[in-house]
């Protein structure tokens, strides 16, 4: 198992401005993603964090709107520009043990954000 | 597009009830995983059922994976208000899908 930090846990937001997401694992991890889950909703997947590259995006998602970083095996942030009141939802980080995208994930506490 | 589909949507039964939790797909996957969130943490995983028929126990809670792969359940016996939560399935197939999940409320 994993332990995984995110700051912060929660934040109100004015509409326009940017909020940088932190996640922490307390130890190295291949496989690293970044889901929204929306009030009352199940999981999307935004992005994989991929180490030393770009962050690999799902359909709906961009970068422009939602940059992410990888510097290293243990540390991610995703950064939620410009936000809009649609934007108000639960961001969590996640990892897997595994070098794949479908094994079995760990999560962070989430980081709710409400945008105004 | 891989659709999971999880029944019943909202779920409140008294303390000492059974209950079964549903998890549908038209989609073959290769695994299933279940998942508990509760309010202000992230979701947990339970079980992985990777075999077509698999049943799985964990203390209340028994899993079954369809024998064509293509769905799943949840059933709870003797339901405590510990089991609280949202509950999410997940498929395995090129990628994790995650299902539209079942809020799950027992009133003690």
Same mark, same amino acid.
Request: glycine share 10%; charged share 15%; proline share 5%.
């Given at each position: 198992s994993a332990?995984i930090s995110?700051?912060?846990?929660?934040?109100i937001?004015?509409?326009?401005?940017?909020?940088?997401?932190?996640?922490?694992v307390?130890?190295?991890?291949t496989?690293?993603f970044?889901?929204r889950?929306q009030?009352?909703?199940?999981l999307?997947?935004i992005?994989?964090a991929n180490?030393g590259?770009e962050?690999t995006?799902?359909?709906?998602?961009v970068i422009?709107?939602?940059?992410i970083?990888r510097?290293?095996?243990?540390?991610?942030t995703?950064?939620v520009?410009n936000?809009?009141p649609?934007d108000?939802?639960i961001?969590?980080?996640?990892?897997?043990?595994?070098?794949?995208?479908?094994?079995?994930l760990f999560?962070?506490?989430?980081?709710r954000?409400?945008?105004? | 597009?891989?659709l999971l589909e999880?029944?019943p949507?909202?779920l409140?039964i008294?303390e000492g009830?059974? +209950?079964t939790?549903?998890?549908?797909?038209s989609s073959?996957? #290769?695994s299933l995983?279940?998942?508990?969130?509760? &309010? /202000?943490?992230?979701?947990v995983l339970?079980?992985?059922?990777v075999?077509g028929?698999e049943v799985k126990k964990?203390k209340? +809670?028994t899993?079954?994976?369809?024998d064509?792969?293509?769905? #799943?359940s949840l059933h709870i016996?003797?339901a405590q &208000? /510990?089991d609280?939560g949202?509950?999410l399935?997940?498929?395995?197939?090129?990628?994790?899908?995650?299902?539209?999940?079942t809020?799950?409320t027992i009133?003690?």
């Open positions: 332990v995110q700051k912060p846990s929660r934040d937001c004015q509409r326009g401005t940017s909020l940088t997401i932190q996640c922490q307390d130890s190295q991890v496989m690293m970044w889901y889950q009030p009352g909703q199940s999307t997947l992005a994989t180490q590259s962050a995006y799902e359909s709906g998602f422009d709107k939602f940059p970083s510097p290293n095996l243990t540390f991610s995703l950064t520009s936000m809009s649609e108000s939802s961001y969590l980080c996640s990892v897997s043990g595994l070098a794949y995208r479908t094994g079995e999560f962070g506490e989430g980081s954000l409400t945008v105004l | 597009t891989q999880q029944s949507q909202f409140s008294q009830e059974n +209950l939790v549903y998890c549908n797909s073959v996957f #290769s995983q279940w998942y508990r969130q509760e &309010p /202000g943490e992230g979701p339970l079980v992985t059922v075999t028929g964990l209340r +809670l899993f079954q994976f369809g064509a792969r293509k769905d #799943s016996t003797a &208000p /510990g609280t949202l509950y399935c997940a498929g395995v197939h090129a990628k994790l899908t995650f299902g539209t999940g809020r799950l009133i003690p």
